[in-house]
């Protein structure tokens, strides 16, 4: 069965640091692209962190550059984001996606984290970060 699973939310303190886990069962991430994405009552979904299937590379938005790191483990067929210096901003539901598609070429990969111009093919349910003092 192919099952993405995230862990690792919960409740922080602004300035503190999460660290949100994405598990892969019945395939292999490493030949998948990553995107984490938020989503925040009455928001649009945005993308924060993506991986290319292709050497790796990384693409984040300005909103969490030099905050939030995403990371392969192949040999535990997970995905990490860490997240430092968190914001009540950052509060929303985080989801972990993986896609088959070609990856779009380096000068372009802020396309992998907006699902309107790049295709994901499995979700996980989502874990809920709460940035609050």
């Known amino acids: 069965q192919v099952q993405l699973v995230e862990s690792g939310g919960g409740l922080v303190q602004p300035g503190g640091s999460l660290r949100l886990s994405c598990a892969a069962s019945?395939?292999?991430?490493?030949?998948?692209?990553i995107g984490w994405f938020r989503q925040a009552p009455g928001k649009e979904r945005e993308g924060v962190s993506c991986?290319?299937?292709?050497?790796?590379?990384?693409y984040y938005p300005d909103s969490v550059k030099g905050r939030f790191t995403i990371a392969r483990d192949n040999a535990k067929n997970t995905v990490y984001l860490q997240m430092n210096s968190l914001k009540p901003e950052d509060t929303a539901v985080y989801y972990c996606?993986?896609?088959?598609?070609?990856?779009?070429?380096?000068?372009?990969?802020?396309?992998?984290?907006?699902?309107?111009?790049?295709?994901?093919?499995?979700w996980g349910q989502g874990t809920q970060v709460t940035v609050s003092s």
């Open positions: 996606a993986a896609g088959s598609s070609p990856p779009p070429v380096p000068r372009l990969l802020y396309r992998l984290c907006d699902t309107k111009l790049h295709e994901y093919d499995y």
């Open positions: 019945g395939f292999t991430l490493d030949y998948y692209d």
């Open positions: 991986i290319s299937s292709v050497d790796n590379i990384t």
